[in-house]
């Protein structure tokens, strides 16, 4: 397909209903020339998206994931937040189900942060609020930057209503939810809020019962579920689970949760984490069942090796937070034959994974 000749201005406008109209691809009705766009191979959306308003309207809508969906043409890449072997540069990486390097993304808009949330909402990458230094000076940071994978570009949304840092975050139903951590003050916080794309506004909903901090959160069958970290009503961390019902607007809570956790991915039904104090295990929770599981994960050498997680292909992937000799990204396939669930990968990022999300557009 030849874009150059396609621009807004060179297609003649019909005059329907009193209003101007310009086709999407001009002689095809506007589904067809929508199905005809959401073929094309992912690598060609960013010059798509300079052909016309409507292409690129289109290419950033919700719609344009539904149709490729429907067309069973999405694409499944691994963005990674990579740090550089010195500690000192970050940068976002995107790599494909062979372990190929596709593109480093442009730097995210605005300081550089730590304790902030990932989240992927319709196609679209979300890296929220955390703890943001400005002239050597740290803070609590309300604002939200977007990074849209199909024209490779990124944009400022609506701040949030509460500065926070160390939140739980999670997408349930196609709205944003975040929950806890600490504020402006370093106080901790019980406060939670929701996004909505729709109207790109952040609305306050009922709080926690305690204030929360360095937990995560989960969407599941409607529900989103809060665990892990700490709260100022226990001694030590917190096992228990704190669950938000968004047709009642009302919190309730489990007993049965997990505490300090280094990475977590939801694959599945099955919620995945990994404890700060075991390394060797692998924590498989059950929603339905509200059962946990444990799987040893097999490495050898030193006790404190930890990992952080990557989800593609249906697959969980485990990267090496530290540099170790011998140490190589592993897989675990939740539905392989009994005995043979672990392997190891070619999948890697450039330097330590900080986090990771998948993306499928």
Request: glycine share 8%.
């Amino acid at each position: 397909m030849c874009f150059s000749n396609l621009h807004e201005q060179d297609t003649p406008a019909s005059k329907i209903n009193d209003h101007y109209y310009c086709p999407i691809l001009p002689g095809l009705p506007d589904d067809v020339a929508k199905y005809c766009l959401a073929l094309v191979p992912r690598s060609n959306f960013p010059a798509m998206g300079v052909v016309s308003k409507r292409w690129r309207s289109f290419i950033k809508s919700k719609e344009f994931i539904t149709v490729r969906k429907l067309s069973g043409v999405l694409e499944e890449w691994l963005y990674v937040l990579s740090m550089d072997s010195e500690g000192k540069e970050s940068h976002w990486e995107v790599l494909d189900c062979l372990g190929r390097k596709h593109q480093q993304l442009s730097p995210m808009p605005g300081p550089a942060k730590a304790g902030f949330a990932v989240v992927v909402l319709h196609g679209k990458l979300l890296v929220i609020a955390g703890y943001s230094m400005v002239d050597g000076t740290g803070s609590a940071s309300a604002d939200v930057c977007q990074y849209d994978s199909c024209l490779d570009r990124w944009s400022k949304l609506a701040s949030m209503n509460v500065a926070r840092y160390d939140f739980a975050c999670a997408e349930l139903n196609g709205m944003v939810y975040a929950v806890g951590g600490y504020g402006i003050d370093g106080e901790s916080l019980s406060c939670a809020e929701v996004y909505d794309p729709d109207t790109d506004k952040w609305t306050l909903i009922e709080s926690l019962r305690r204030p929360r901090w360095g937990c995560f959160a989960c969407g599941f069958e409607g529900k989103l579920y809060v665990m892990g970290g700490r709260s100022s009503f226990t001694i030590g961390n917190s096992r228990f689970i704190d669950i938000y019902n968004p047709d009642m607007h009302t919190w309730c809570e489990m007993k049965n949760g997990c505490v300090m956790v280094t990475a977590q991915a939801m694959l599945g039904k099955e919620l995945f984490c990994m404890e700060w104090k075991n390394q060797r295990k692998l924590a498989i929770f059950n929603p339905a069942e509200n059962s946990w599981k444990m799987v040893p994960v097999p490495v050898t050498g030193s006790s404190s090796i930890g990992f952080r997680f990557g989800i593609l292909d249906g697959k969980l992937l485990l990267f090496p937070v530290q540099e170790y000799p011998g140490y190589n990204t592993l897989l675990y396939d939740p539905n392989a034959a009994p005995g043979s669930e672990w392997q190891t990968s070619e999948i890697r990022p450039s330097g330590l994974c900080l986090c990771s999300v998948t993306i499928k557009a």
